[in-house]
């Protein structure tokens, strides 16, 4: 594997998202939600810079299952349990790809009637954008390639590397 982005510059690029965040949303009643299990080392970093009072859930969803490229319908598998209604919500993942989780879930809560809907990725990954949607904040955009550590996984594998790498198939065999 190839380091991407080592650490450090992750670290820096989140304390830029979260005072951007802060800035934009300040005076407003802020929730964010995590996408688990590949936003959550972000979104807890990211939580942590943003200096505003804000609330923080957690859903899960499946479009992938063990492989690397999404398998079809979105699924609901952890939905919220609090009402968004009137709130300022903000999707926090890991990774934007195809589009079609984001999008299929930002619907989803905007048929809640919240106050707006924003959605906030550590990697935009563009070159197999299926649907017209951009995230909102971006860490890092990238083309293409398949990226693994920092929360990003292959097969449950390699969520807890610090580093943002690329992964090749024969990389699986460590």
């Known amino acids: 594997m190839k380091v991407l982005f080592p650490a450090s510059e992750i670290t820096r690029r989140v304390q830029e ?14 929730l964010v939600i995590a996408i688990l299990k590949g936003g959550f080392m972000f979104a807890s970093d990211l939580v942590r810079s943003v200096d505003l009072p804000l609330k923080i859930e957690f859903v899960r969803l499946s479009s992938y299952g ?5 398998q079809g319908e979105v699924k609901i598998l952890s939905d919220l349990d609090c009402p968004i209604a009137g709130r300022h919500v ?9 589009g079609h989780s984001l999008i299929a879930f930002k619907k989803h809560l905007e048929s809640r009637k919240p106050a707006s809907v924003r959605i906030c990725t550590m990697i935009d990954k563009t070159c197999r954008r299926g649907k017209p949607i ?6 890092f955009r990238i083309e293409d390639g398949f990226v693994v550590g920092y929360g990003l996984d292959y097969a449950e594998d390699f969520r807890t590397l610090p580093d943002i790498y690329i992964f090749e198939p024969a990389d699986s065999q460590r």
């Open 17 to 30: 998202l979260g005072k951007r965040i802060a800035s934009e949303y300040q005076g407003k009643d802020l």
């Open 66 to 70: 063990c492989s690397d490229s999404p």
């Open 90 to 98: 903000l999707i926090v993942d890991d990774i934007m790809d195809t």
């Open 134 to 139: 951009e995230p909102d904040y971006y860490g």
